[in-house]
């Protein structure tokens, strides 16, 4: 399936801005309609047109990546708008921060961004639209009211649709956002309703809206291959080899640079098929230059951990009373090392950019999740003014934190520009498992001290991450302020970090998808220690204070008991003890994205091979007071707990000669859909602002199954991904 996407002109806007609350409303009307604002639609801002037919199109501002955030937002402004759902078609809006601020999908920070300012937007659109039938109606704008798309004046009952006022909004001025009445919740008629995905119908029929379906006129294909280890440049290629491989226009060695997140020295090769193009790559047989980080290993980067964990911490995180004293005057003390490898991202939708540079200038199509910082890498590599580069945001095929880097991006376009011609770069599976920004991996070396009671009197963790010193590596760190931290009274939290040429940025969840599994893990080593039921033993650790910390920072502790209470309940914990031989119910909770979650795992393991199956995840969530669209949280909710079983049951990266080992599914896999459990989930509502949802349900379910096996079989999991041979007995 191919999308032929021809460059359009922007359409000629006169702006007007409004700012208020910190939201930028282009209120303008279109100078000329585009091909796609056919029938006479009008633009009563930069997000809402309105055809004549009623029919009402909203652009989507942010990066669909599969969060669903296409059709939320855009729900947001119809529900203000006050129009009818079905009458609602979306547009993904281009890459334009004057028009739409920042446009990103990443920190599960789409909703809490978005959902008073895309509120007003559509509020004021709809007070544009009352106005303007007021004015023709020669009555007071309170005198009308509003209603699936009509404005009503409510003594006569006269009527307009927003079709035929929307032509008449050319001469009303916008109201300033600071200044519309929004909805009651209680009167929603879109929010908070079940609304499948707005594409779903055509993701399911295979239609062409992701990057790796564009298509433009006169388009050559391109691959780019780069070292093993990052980084490092070419020594050798036979550029004439793979030349001369029909299909092949051009192949050429790109010098690049040393920033692992830029443009990285590698050799391009441009066809007129990707096929031709692989080809060619193929027949490269390039030679790369020697690099400082070639020595590098997972098992150089186990021995360092430990002779780290043997020295004094190279720094500490925070200190509260006196850990050591308390360690000794403890009734019962627990030790435990953790770790967790790095971890690819593996979306299914290799990276990919199309890209055509002419006269000057570049027109850019590219699967991201963070497009701006993509431009400005973009301008500064190449040289050009970023007012010279358009970017269209495409549909992506999962991201999960990796495509908040553009380093594929900023290839396309050095590419494209060399070859000449509009050229689509797509990576192989290999590509993309090999040249990752890892989720770091990481170190814990634990010491913690119980009283006679069973309650928690010390808590200490040696952090071995990877950095420069206090620098670290991109997601390699961990706050002070991480539970149990402020809920233990002598509490101790020391760092110390490896050098790394490995990159490393942001996995779904970045830190928590690492530090809920060993927190969480050696809480439960605790409660064994003391005796206790595991998720009455967290009860207690949380205390009765509603509150603790301000700010931030601040921890609440009674939204987090609610989630524990709720999980409880819906998972039957208390009639755990009736579970057959090999089965066991593992608890966990985390605090990640402004969330608070708390999931239980059954699960049971096979004697005679280890093989864990999980059988049922039950998921407590509080995300605020407002859920936009159950059924796309629903989706992320289960989707976060299925990947998180991915990386606790299969998944690591492996770090040989400075390279990484794994390159495709075969080594790298994903849980299969036969192997999937079934996912319960309730949201418990709470007076609080609505907050995202694509990441903080993962961090719980990793150490919930890694408990749950302990259950099952007495023996705990210290390091991932979960080694079957372990459980054998």
Known sequence: MTLEIIGASRRDLLKASVVGGGLVLSFSIAAKAEAAETAGAQALNAYVRIAPNGIVTIMAKNPEIGQGVKTSLPMMIAEELDVAWENVRIEQADCDPKLYTRQFAGGSLATPMNFDDLRKVGAVARAMLVNAAATAWNCPSGECKTNAGQVIHVSTGRKASYGSLAGQCAGVAAPDPKT???????????????????????????????????RVPGMLYATYEKAPVFGAKVASADLDAARAVKGVRKAFIVEGGTKLDGLLPGVAVVGDSWWAARKGRNALNIKWADHPTSTQSSAGFDKAAAALNAGAPQMNLRKDGDVEAALKGAAKTVEAAYAYPFLAHAPL?????TAHFKDGKLEIWAPSQNPEPGRQLVAS????KPEDITVHMTRCGGG??????????????????????????????????????????????????????????????????????????????MGGTEFPSRFVPNFKVDQSTIPTGVPTGPLRAPGSNAIAFVNQSFIDELAHAAGADPLAFRKTLLGDKPMVGDGPSGYNAARMQGVLAAVEKMSGWANRGKLPKGSGMGVAFHYSHAGYFAEVVQASVAPATGKVKVEKIWVAADVGRQIINPAGALNQVQGAAIEGLSHAMFQKITIENGAAKESNFGNYPLLRMADSPPVEVKFVI???????????ALPPVIPALCNAIFAATGKRIRSLPIDPKQLKT
């Not at 890892?438 to 009283?451: N, S």
């Open 180 to 214: 519309v009445t929004l909805k009651n919740p209680k009167d929603y008629k879109i929010i908070g309703k079940s609304t499948p995905q707005y594409d779903v119908a055509k993701i399911v029929t295979g239609a062409p809206m992701f990057g790796i379906d564009v």
């Open 349 to 353: 939708e290799p990276q990919n950019t």
């Open 381 to 384: 590599t190449l040289g050009i």
């Open 400 to 477: 999960f934190g990796r495509r908040l880097s553009n380093d594929y991006m900023v290839e396309a376009a050095w590419i494209a520009r060399e070859a000449g011609a509009p050229v689509k770069l797509l990576w192989t599976r290999e590509d993309d498992m090999r040249h990752d920004f890892y989720r770091p991996a990481g170190y814990h070396y634990f010491k913690g001290g119980l009283d006679a009671a069973g309650n928690v009197t010390a808590w200490q963790d040696h952090f071995v991450t990877f950095g420069d010193g206090p620098k670290l590596a991109s997601s390699a760190g």
């Open 686 to 696: 709470t007076d609080y602002p609505p907050t995202g949802l694509g990441e903080p």
